[in-house]
């Protein structure tokens, strides 16, 4: 068997989109993934579906994984002939043990490429508003470690030397040891005043800085706190931040929203949280697929062999457009076989996804719930007309109900299932029990049940306890009563019933809770 091949890749800082297009290509071809919960478990949504994944991290029932056991497991997943990513935080050179796991990768004559990342000592402190070098204030610095450990000690450190080696320095792994820290700096040499910043959990939602001088800091932190991982930085340029801090003024900064849309769903709502500073984190509760019975694919092939029949063509969602498609395609049926028939598009996006097809719709009903379709159609639809309506086979009753009762000969075909999706993300009932979610988003009622459920399937008993203090965002309400009659709060809801009134909405309710001023800048 030909040995497979290793990438020591650096995931960046802890925003999954800082990892480099080298390592997300390596990442999407890995078939196993070796990975810690600091190197994002988000980022595995972009390995492949059936990638073996293991976790080397900390769990309560077991300590980390030793770094000789990994190095080892690299190794035997490699003459296996797996392909392998080793997600590391940062960068892997950067106090990352890389030189380890490639040294018994090469004793092995296993073959490995180490791919760099975004390391958290530069991009820590960028992300609260300090550059580590300035024109006028710093033209070199330094990367030190502070060894949080406290059986070692620091006996690689020459204070002496390092001290006043360059304008800016920067400890990882230094929390536990501040104290030692500063006082060091000091009695090598630097003033007292010496501006000082700690930045724990950067570019996360828990994202949070605390500033003052090598006098000062050990209390501050002490009063705020601060516990690690954080980037400790000395030097002039902590000083930038008054002025180009700028993560904490985005609306959504802090927060961290899920989103329980299908996967295939999701980018546009992932994309406006992400955009607005806040951090998505995706847990799809529902994936939708073609129809699988006997009895749905026969009556979709007979309804699509009438279609020079129907005087109309309802389409209530996008995937509605999609899946209709995709029959149109599987049962050979040119779309100009319904050149009779008018096309009428439940909400801006349905209507959209139609137009890039080339149909423009004939009519686009004013609400975006079903009900609106049939006000709509109230004076253009009379007894006697048929009308096709390809949709999901959990899309509600009222439409074709009240067609009927109208005498319209109606025709509903299920193009596509939703089914409960069958990832799972074992770590969210932890971070809800550790207050890490701070909304939840639903966009259809589907996605409440399914939400509920996979809850369940996770080990929470009680999801509805689990979601105290989590802002429920709904989309309109027919998803709202279906979360209340789960037995939710609903805190959210927007005017219009779009993705982009959902995350308005969020935003709006952000603003409420920081009044007028914004959290972070004037550091505690
Ligand atoms: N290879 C990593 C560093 C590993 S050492 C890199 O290049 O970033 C781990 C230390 O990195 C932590 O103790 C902390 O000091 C720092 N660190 C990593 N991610 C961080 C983050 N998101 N926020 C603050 N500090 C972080």
Same mark, same amino acid.
């Given at each position: 068997?030909?040995?497979?091949?290793? $990438?020591?890749?650096?995931?960046?800082?802890?925003?999954?989109?800082?990892?480099?297009?080298?390592?997300?290509?390596?990442?999407?071809?890995?078939?196993?993934?070796?990975?810690?919960?600091?190197?994002?478990?988000?980022?595995?949504?972009?390995?492949?579906?059936?990638?073996?994944?293991? $976790?080397?991290?900390?769990? /309560?029932?077991?300590?980390?994984?030793?770094?000789?056991?990994?190095?080892?497991?690299?190794?035997?997943?490699?003459?296996?002939?797996?392909?392998?990513?080793?997600?590391?935080?940062?960068?892997?050179?950067?106090?990352?043990?890389?030189?380890?796991?490639?040294?018994?990768?090469?004793?092995?004559?296993?073959? $490995?490429?180490?791919?760099?990342?975004?390391?958290?000592?530069?991009?820590?402190?960028?992300?609260?508003?300090?550059?580590?070098?300035?024109?006028?204030?710093? @033209?070199?610095?330094?990367?030190?470690?502070?060894?949080?450990?406290?059986?070692? %000690?620091?006996?690689?450190?020459?204070?002496?030397?390092?001290?006043?080696?360059?304008?800016?320095?920067? =400890?990882?792994?230094?929390?536990?040891?501040?104290? $030692?820290?500063?006082?060091?700096?000091?009695?090598?040499?630097?003033?007292?005043?010496?501006?000082?910043?700690?930045?724990?959990?950067?570019?996360?939602?828990?994202?949070?800085?605390?500033?003052?001088?090598?006098?000062?800091?050990?209390?501050?932190?002490? *009063?705020?706190? %601060?516990?690690?991982?954080?980037?400790?930085?000395?030097?002039?340029?902590?000083?930038? +931040?008054?002025?180009?801090?700028?993560?904490?003024?985005?609306?959504?900064?802090? +927060?961290?929203?899920?989103?329980?849309?299908?996967?295939?769903?999701?980018?546009?709502?992932?994309?406006?949280?992400?955009?607005?500073?806040?951090?998505?984190? *995706?847990?799809?509760?529902?994936?939708?697929?073609?129809?699988?019975?006997?009895?749905?694919?026969?009556?979709?092939?007979?309804?699509?062999?009438?279609?020079?029949?129907?005087?109309?063509?309802?389409?209530?969602?996008?995937?509605?457009?999609?899946?209709?498609?995709?029959?149109?395609?599987? #049962?050979?049926?040119?779309?100009?076989?319904?050149?009779?028939?008018? =096309?009428?598009?439940?909400?801006?996006?349905?209507? *959209?996804?139609?137009?890039?097809?080339?149909?423009?719709?004939?009519?686009?009903?004013?609400?975006?719930?079903?009900?609106?379709?049939?006000?709509?159609?109230?004076?253009?639809?009379?007894?006697?007309?048929?009308?096709?309506?390809?949709?999901?086979? %959990?899309?509600?009753?009222?439409? /074709?109900?009240?067609?009927?009762?109208?005498?319209?000969?109606?025709? *509903?075909?299920?193009?596509?299932?939703?089914?409960?999706?069958?990832? +799972?993300?074992?770590?969210?009932?932890?971070?809800?029990?550790?207050?890490?979610?701070?909304?939840?988003?639903?966009?259809? @009622?589907?996605?409440?049940?399914?939400?509920?459920?996979?809850?369940?399937?996770?080990?929470?008993?009680? /999801?509805?306890?689990?979601?105290?203090?989590?802002?429920?965002? #709904?989309?309109?309400?027919?998803?709202?009563?279906?979360?209340?009659?789960?037995?939710?709060?609903?805190?959210?809801?927007?005017?219009?019933?779009?993705?982009?009134?959902?995350?308005?909405?969020?935003?709006?309710?952000?603003?409420?809770?920081?009044?007028? @001023?914004?959290?972070?800048?004037?550091?505690?």
């Amino acid at each position: 068997m030909d040995k497979g091949k290793v $990438y020591l890749v650096g995931a960046g800082p802890g925003d999954p989109k800082l990892i480099t297009v080298r390592g997300m290509e390596a990442l999407g071809r890995a078939d196993a993934v070796v990975f810690d919960r600091l190197a994002g478990p988000q980022l595995l949504n972009h390995a492949r579906a059936d990638a073996e994944r293991i $976790y080397v991290g900390k769990l /309560p029932d077991r300590h980390t994984m030793k770094q000789e056991e990994i190095n080892r497991l690299l190794v035997d997943l490699a003459l296996q002939g797996k392909n392998v990513v080793r997600l590391k935080g940062g960068d892997p050179t950067v106090f990352g043990r890389v030189g380890e796991e490639a040294g018994l990768l090469r004793e092995n004559g296993v073959e $490995y490429e180490i791919v760099p990342g975004i390391t958290s000592a530069i991009a820590v402190p960028a992300y609260a508003g300090i550059p580590v070098t300035h024109r006028d204030l710093a @033209s070199s610095f330094s990367v030190i470690t502070g060894h949080e450990s406290p059986d070692k %000690l620091d006996h690689s450190i020459y204070w002496d030397k390092v001290t006043n080696a360059t304008g800016t320095l920067v =400890f990882l792994m230094g929390v536990a040891k501040l104290d $030692y820290i500063s006082e060091q700096l000091m009695k090598h040499g630097r003033s007292a005043d010496t501006p000082v910043a700690l930045v724990q959990w950067g570019t996360r939602a828990e994202q949070r800085t605390v500033t003052g001088t090598l006098g000062t800091i050990v209390g501050k932190v002490e *009063e705020a706190g %601060l516990t690690p991982p954080a980037v400790i930085v000395v030097g002039d340029v902590v000083r930038q +931040r008054e002025t180009l801090a700028w993560v904490e003024r985005k609306p959504l900064f802090g +927060r961290r929203v899920l989103v329980t849309r299908a996967r295939s769903q999701a980018s546009e709502l992932v994309a406006r949280i992400d955009e607005l500073g806040g951090e998505p984190y *995706e847990f799809p509760v529902i994936e939708t697929r073609l129809p699988t019975s006997d009895e749905a694919v026969a009556n979709i092939e007979s309804a699509l062999a009438q279609a020079e029949s129907y005087d109309w063509v309802m389409l209530t969602s996008v995937n509605g457009v999609d899946y209709f498609y995709r029959w149109l395609d599987r #049962c050979g049926v040119d779309i100009r076989k319904f050149a009779r028939a008018k =096309f009428a598009a439940v909400g801006p996006k349905t209507a *959209e996804a139609l137009a890039a097809r080339g149909v423009r719709a004939d009519l686009l009903p004013e609400s975006f719930r079903a009900e609106g379709l049939l006000d709509s159609l109230a004076g253009v639809i009379s007894p006697g007309q048929s009308a096709l309506l390809p949709r999901g086979d %959990l899309a509600r009753e009222t439409l /074709p109900k009240e067609l009927k009762e109208k005498g319209v000969r109606t025709v *509903e075909i299920d193009v596509y299932e939703t089914a409960l999706s069958a990832q +799972r993300d074992p770590w969210l009932p932890e971070m809800l029990a550790d207050g890490e979610i701070h909304a939840v988003t639903f966009t259809s @009622s589907s996605t409440v049940v399914n939400f509920i459920r996979a809850l369940k399937e996770l080990g929470v008993d009680d /999801p509805v306890k689990a979601l105290d203090g989590v802002d429920v965002a #709904c989309i309109g309400p027919v998803t709202a009563r279906t979360a209340e009659e789960h037995g939710l709060t609903v805190t959210i809801m927007p005017d219009s019933y779009t993705i982009d009134g959902l995350v308005e909405a969020l935003a709006a309710s952000r603003s409420k809770a920081k009044g007028e @001023s914004f959290d972070g800048i004037s550091d505690s």
